[in-house]
């Protein structure tokens, strides 16, 4: 039990011996930390009810808490705010476990499109979502991590009117010899969405494409297999480098045998209707002023929307897996559609009303100048690309490049990448930062994992034999600062999972690493002459080690076992 629910614990029990409703007992953690460990302003809104003093109320819980020697210090400040201490006892037995809650969980994150190379607007879902994947593990979940590829849709009767037109009188002798790299398809790309924008014969002739694709044509499904497998392969490539990984590699095409099924249903349930040859969900409007656009499943020239795509998989994921939760990391503008999404499949009962669906909204990666980040030519960085000059800006001042050296620039590189991202609430966009984030000082990856290569030195100097098993003695107040984040893991990492929040954790490896930072700067370690000081602070480096890199391991972010420069 982490010492918040331990506090909460003590105070309800403390309200319900007092008959006041212990439903809440608004502990948090300490805005004054000079005061005290935590606060609670239970006090405040009991009074009202009871018709007493907030000061009176909380020096009766104050009464009941101080029997209790986990408790050092309880103080009434203010208007009746219950500041606690906890005892320097508490701390040293060093609580560090988690919750397991033990949910099931699809979590539908990456969600790359087929024939483009992945670019910096791709980054984030694959970051955060590989974040909360192991986050959600390690408090007990079951998680089924799942990139669902943009592989079904018009972008790919684009690309096929795009090589027709290209190649007119040999399209289908072309797919023999395909050969084309992802870069170039990508480049085919641009000059069909260029196309279907300006012209409308072209547009037209892509609609068509796209629903002789979803209808069986056999040529088009060839070629569409090219180019999902030419595209899958240069996907596994980027991931793997970030360190980012899936257990199902499936797509919008998985679902392509439930489409019609699904459109049927709803017309014959009068979920959906018909209009104007489309089929759609109308939408019921809060604001009678205001017509909510409906959810469009076909279009009227027959070809199915990502929407209906997004409802199969559901049904998919849900005859499959059965699971608790169903979470969608993606992009914040895509709210509206997601909304819609979900509110058609409880509106259906394709899930049980206890199945959690979510959208897990991330914002924008942006330059200096507060657009999406790109580079000098002005086009949005490929991530390849963005990969690789993290990696340059690591290996800056390292010494001379060889297997070791390469392995810490790829580590602070991919490192320094996800905890720039990590850093920040997921919902807020930010300024990618070319200069200073692979930087061992500031808040960076860099700094966290230099953290723990110097733990590593100061652990392998050590002429101390069994320091592990060694009573840890608080001698310093840095260390009590120390021990008090190590006792708070299990908190912050609860309320990471609850909120799908990546940046709990990064704020609370940070801090913990500048507590190191200072002790490591301000006391002797090795040099100490008192062996049971000695000792003990070496133990207390081993378990600050243990939570900086389970953390880390959280965010998906690797630790070197020492620093080259």
Not at 37 to 42: A, C, E, I, L, R
Not at 427 to 438: A, G, R
Not at 476 to 484: A, M, V
Request: with cysteine; charged share 30%.
């Amino acid at each position: 039990m982490h010492l918040k629910d331990y506090l909460n614990l003590a105070i309800a029990d403390a309200l319900r011996q007092l008959n006041y409703d212990h439903s809440n007992t608004l502990v948090s953690i300490s805005n004054r930390p000079d005061l005290s460990d935590y606060q609670s302003n239970v006090a405040m809104p009991l009074a009202k009810l009871a018709k007493k003093s907030p000061i009176k109320i909380a020096d009766e819980i104050k009464e009941f808490l101080s029997k209790d020697p986990a408790f050092a210090k309880i103080t009434v400040d203010g208007p009746g705010f219950i500041n606690v201490t906890f005892s320097d006892s508490k701390l040293l037995e060093v609580n560090t476990s988690s919750k397991q809650f033990k949910k099931k969980v699809v979590l539908d994150y990456g969600g790359p499109n087929i024939a483009k190379e992945m670019h910096v607007g791709h980054l984030r879902s694959a970051i955060i979502g590989e974040s909360l994947k192991r986050i959600l593990r390690f408090s007990g979940n079951e998680v089924i991590g799942d990139v669902h590829f943009g592989d079904w849709g018009t972008p790919i009767g684009m690309l096929i009117t795009q090589l027709k037109s290209e190649n007119p009188n040999s399209f289908e002798n072309n797919l023999e010899n395909f050969d084309m790299t992802i870069s170039e398809i990508s480049a085919l790309y641009k000059r069909a969405n260029a196309n279907f924008k300006s012209d409308d014969e072209f547009k037209e002739s892509a609609r068509v494409a796209t629903f002789e694709l979803q209808n069986g044509n056999a040529l088009y499904r060839k070629l569409w297999k090219i180019l999902r497998d030419k595209s899958v392969e240069a996907v596994k490539e980027n991931y793997d480098k970030l360190g980012v990984s899936f257990d199902l590699w499936l797509g919008e095409s998985d679902t392509n045998e439930l489409l019609p099924k699904i459109v049927d249903n709803l017309l014959e349930r009068k979920i959906a209707m018909h209009s104007n040859g489309a089929v759609i969900v109308p939408m019921d409007s809060q604001d009678s002023k205001q017509e909510k656009a409906p959810l469009i499943l076909r279009k009227s020239d027959g070809a199915y929307t990502y929407a209906i795509t997004d409802l199969a998989t559901i049904v998919q994921r849900v005859e499959n897996y059965n699971p608790d939760a169903i979470l969608y990391v993606v992009d914040a503008r895509q709210k509206e559609h997601f909304q819609q999404v979900f509110t058609v499949a409880r509106r259906a009962g394709y899930v049980r009303d206890s199945t959690s669906l979510e959208h897990i909204a991330f914002g924008t990666v942006n330059g200096k100048d507060g657009k999406p980040f790109k580079t000098r030519e002005g086009n949005v960085m490929n991530l390849k690309d963005l990969i690789k000059f993290s990696e340059n800006k690591a290996r800056e001042g390292l010494p001379e490049i060889n297997e070791e050296s390469e392995d810490q620039a790829r580590k602070i590189a991919i490192g320094a990448l996800k905890f720039q991202d990590l850093k920040n609430l997921r919902t807020s966009n930010y300024i990618f930062d070319t200069e200073n984030f692979t930087k061992s000082e500031g808040k960076t990856g860099a700094y966290i994992q230099y953290a723990i290569a110097r733990i590593n030195s100061v652990l392998s100097k050590s002429s101390d034999q069994n320091f592990e098993n060694a009573e840890l003695k608080i001698s310093h107040k840095i260390e009590r600062e120390i021990l008090l984040q190590l006792n708070r893991f299990s908190e912050f990492l609860e309320q990471a999972c609850a909120a799908r929040e990546p940046s709990i954790i990064g704020e609370y490896v940070y801090v913990l690493a500048q507590k190191f930072s200072i002790m490591y700067a301000e006391l002797p370690i090795n040099g100490e002459n008192d062996r049971v000081v000695r000792v003990s602070r070496l133990k207390l480096c081993k378990i600050t080690r243990e939570i900086l890199t389970r953390c880390l391991d959280l965010l998906g972010i690797e630790a070197p076992e020492k620093m080259l420069r």
